[in-house]
């Protein structure tokens, strides 16, 4: 069976990292750890993304780290709540009331951020 997420339906292993995963994200958003959520995103998030069929998370956690990294600390924290509120629809669509928003306090108005690639230079 594929681990893949079709149609809004994650196999139980998909499902139980996800959850580990929000878990994680939202310990370390909430106590502003910077160091945990690089980590957590550019490692954990973006894997867990690409097995599950999840481009669009995969490339911003890419971003975040890799491709486009932040100039200062406030910068890296609205990317991370970008990449938390994509989070977050993943988790309305596989059915899990992850309740993110709420619990980190955070409004996520950076959900809609591009990655452009490599800056020009």
């Known amino acids: 069976m594929s681990q893949t997420f079709n149609d809004g339906v994650l196999s139980n292993g998909l499902r139980d990292g996800l ?4 878990g994680d994200v939202m310990h370390a958003r909430r106590t502003n750890d910077l160091g945990r959520l690089a980590l957590l995103c550019y490692c954990e998030i973006r894997r867990w ?25 406030d910068g890296f924290l609205r990317r991370v709540d970008g990449v938390v ?9 596989a059915g ?4 993110l928003r709420a ?14 690639g490599p800056a020009a230079g």
Request: aromatic share 2%.
């Open 19 to 22: 959850e580990d995963l929000v």
């Open 49 to 73: 993304a690409r097995i599950a069929g999840e481009p669009r998370l995969a490339e911003l956690c890419s971003c975040l780290v890799a491709l486009q990294p932040a100039c200062d600390r």
């Open 103 to 116: 619990r980190t306090g955070s409004d996520f108005s950076t959900s809609s951020q591009r990655c452009a």
């Open 85 to 93: 509120a994509e989070l977050d629809g993943v988790c309305q669509r």
């Open 96 to 99: 899990i009331d992850a309740g």
